[in-house]
Structures are given as C-alpha cells and as structure tokens.
C-alpha cells in the first residue's frame, strides 16, 4: 500500500536533511576536501622535516689563523709628514701636530729624529714613544737616528 500522505517524496526539507554524494560544503565536495587536506598536512610535513634538516646539522666552524710574528708598523717621515700623519702617533695632539709642521715650515727641515726636540711640547719621553715610528729620509746618513 502507499502511502497517503500529500508530499511528494524529493521534497525540499527531505533533500535538505540527508546529504548526498555530491553535496558540497564551501564549494568542495567530499573528495575535494580531503584531497586538500592530504596536501595541506603533506605540506606542512615536509617544510617541518626541511627546517630539521637546515637547523639540526651542524654548521662547520671557521677557524682563524692569525700570525703572531708580524705586526704592522706605522712609521712617518720626520720632513715630509702632515700634522694629520704626526697626530696618528701616540702622544700626539693636534696642538703639537699642527707645532711639528709650523716649526718645520718656519726653520727649516729636520737634520736628524733628535732634532724633533726642537719643538716646544716634544720632550725626551714623548721622543722615545715616537722613535720607532720615525724616519728621515732627507737627513745625512751620519746623523740619522
């Protein structure tokens, strides 16, 4: 016997309360979301096993190498120099840099690295602080250093 009832039986409030194969939620079926979903966590997988792989290994170390015996040695020459190249002596301040070049340009060259004491502020302290650093390239062999 059928039955009496006057709706049909694809009715709309039966068709929404029983999902279908083909029913989609957001615009994705049933296979599509889970096919998402495998690519997502694959994803995610394999970024986290490359961070592990770059972070975890271990980095070589540098290894630096440095030669004890040499060092640089800053030296000016006593007749030639500019009171910027005086001031990068131990001692040496602008005033007495700029003193060593007006002295220099008023009385003439120095004949010797002794003769630096002419200046007013070069003692036989700062002298001695300054010798290995001084040259002088114009002054006669017999009197130089």
């Known amino acids: 016997m059928l ?11 039966d068709h929404d309360a029983s999902p279908t194969a083909n029913q989609t939620e957001l615009g994705l079926r ?20 490359i961070w592990i792989a770059k972070n975890t290994g271990r980095k070589p170390e540098v290894e630096i190498v440095r030669s004890a015996g040499q060092q ?6 006593i007749n030639s120099a500019t009171w910027v190249e ?3 002596l131990e001692g040496i301040g602008e005033v007495t840099a700029r003193a060593i070049v007006d002295d220099r340009s008023a009385n003439g060259p120095f004949h010797s690295i ?7 502020g070069i ?22 250093e």
Not at 3 to 13: C, F, Q
């Open 3 to 13: 039955s009496s009832s006057k709706e049909p039986a694809n009715s709309p409030s």
């Open 30 to 49: 049933k296979s599509d979301r889970r096919l998402l979903l495998t690519m997502c966590f694959c994803t995610v997988s394999l970024s986290g096993i």
């Open 72 to 77: 640089t040695l800053y030296q000016i020459d």
């Open 86 to 88: 005086w001031m990068q």
């Open 114 to 120: 002794d003769d630096v004491q002419r200046v007013r």
């Open 123 to 144: 003692g036989d302290v700062t002298l001695d602080k300054m010798r290995p650093h001084l040259s002088c390239i114009q002054c006669s062999d017999d009197i130089d």
